[in-house]
């Protein structure tokens, strides 16, 4: 297969492209230390309007706004004591704020679609913070694959799923691997009580060890989520997905974990260490499902620290039609 041209090494000329490409309202792709995302002008409301068309998101599932440092970040929402002490601990980083709209910011409506809230981070990751002081620009970036599908972690992951005939980013700056794996925690802070809408790739005992016990959006409203974006069926591969899975059918592929796992399964971490395996979660998901196989059969996976952002990703993955 010959290389899909939009794929750009990071090189400063290519972020410097891939700004003017921003500024001028269209779509990029770049990585973060969590997964890729489709980026665009957080401002403009066309700009951010494409994004939900090349994804073919429901418009009413808002955007997390990407920006270089915190600063940047009280120029679009209102920080309390709680925001400036997670922000402190963990930004840059996967962990996403969500804070009051101020009444001046300039980010586009349609960002938070109808909310008066913004969900706001600092990535860590080289080639999106050269990207944000290049373009000077705040950032509107979903995970960079069409909704419902596994998140891209590489480059020709992004270039699987947004071919051009959907209308995505022009530019996919290449940055290897995403070192995460999973998206960033969501943590509502618009509220008194900090409450976790998404877990992600800092881990509730992380932020609780900082802050304190934190509520979470299911034990709150089982029926109506207030993290829109937490459909219950998503990164999903074309396949079905079986959890906790101790015993294999004819025609499924494994998804191991740790030293026990069968010696021919697609194993997330021989070790048995949960970051190695969260990195390796959406990579391995694309890989087995392109096998074509029946089903693919997932070991049991601890439900501690990062293992919870793993498990929630599987449910939906594993979740029917
Ligand atoms: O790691 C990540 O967060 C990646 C990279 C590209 O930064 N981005 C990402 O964005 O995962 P996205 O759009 O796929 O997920 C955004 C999540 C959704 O669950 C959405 O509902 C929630 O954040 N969200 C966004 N704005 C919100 C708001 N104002 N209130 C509550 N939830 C919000
Ligand atoms: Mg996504």
């Known amino acids: 297969m010959t290389p ?21 309202g269209r779509l990029i792709a770049f990585p973060t230390e969590t997964v890729y995302g489709l980026g665009a002008d957080a401002t403009s409301d066309t700009a951010v309007a494409s994004i939900f068309a090349a994804k073919n998101r429901p418009t009413f599932n808002p955007l997390i706004i990407h920006v270089p440092d915190i600063e940047s970040a009280k120029r679009f929402v209102t920080f309390n004591p709680i925001a400036v002490k997670l922000a402190a601990e963990f930004w840059p980083g996967s962990l996403t704020l969500v804070l009051p709209r101020k009444q001046d910011c300039k980010i586009s409506l349609l960002v938070s679609a109808g909310l008066d809230t913004i969900a706001i981070r600092v990535p860590n990751h080289p080639v999106a913070h050269a990207l944000l002081k290049r373009c000077d620009l705040p950032i509107a970036a979903p995970s960079a694959n069409r909704s419902g599908e596994i998140s891209p972690t590489q480059a020709a992951h992004v270039a699987e799923s947004l071919n051009a005939k959907n209308a995505g980013p022009e530019v996919i700056l290449d940055g290897g691997a995403c070192p995460v794996g999973l998206e960033s925690t969501v943590i509502d802070l618009s509220t008194p009580t900090p409450t976790l809408l998404r877990p992600g790739g800092i881990s509730s005992e992380q932020i609780e060890s900082a802050i304190g016990p934190i509520a979470t959006a299911e034990s709150e409203q089982p029926d109506a989520p ?15 997905v079986r959890l906790d899975v101790t015993d294999v059918k004819p025609g499924e592929v494994i998804l191991g974990f740790g ?20 990195a390796h979660l959406f990579a391995y998901l694309r890989a087995l499902d392109a ?15 990062l293992g919870r952002a793993i498990n929630d990703r599987l449910r939906r993955a594993a979740t029917p039609l």
């Open 226 to 240: 207030r993290s829109p974006g937490m459909l219950s069926r998503h990164y999903a591969p074309n396949v079905p």
């Open 259 to 278: 030293p026990d796992a069968p010696a021919q399964s697609a194993n997330l971490s021989p070790t048995g260490d949960l970051s190695e395996a969260a």
């Open 4 to 24: 899909d041209p939009r794929i750009k090494s990071a090189t400063q000329s290519a972020i410097n492209d891939a700004a003017s490409v921003l500024s001028a």
């Open 291 to 305: 096998e074509k196989p029946k089903g693919i059969a997932v070991m049991p996976i601890p439900d501690t620290g």
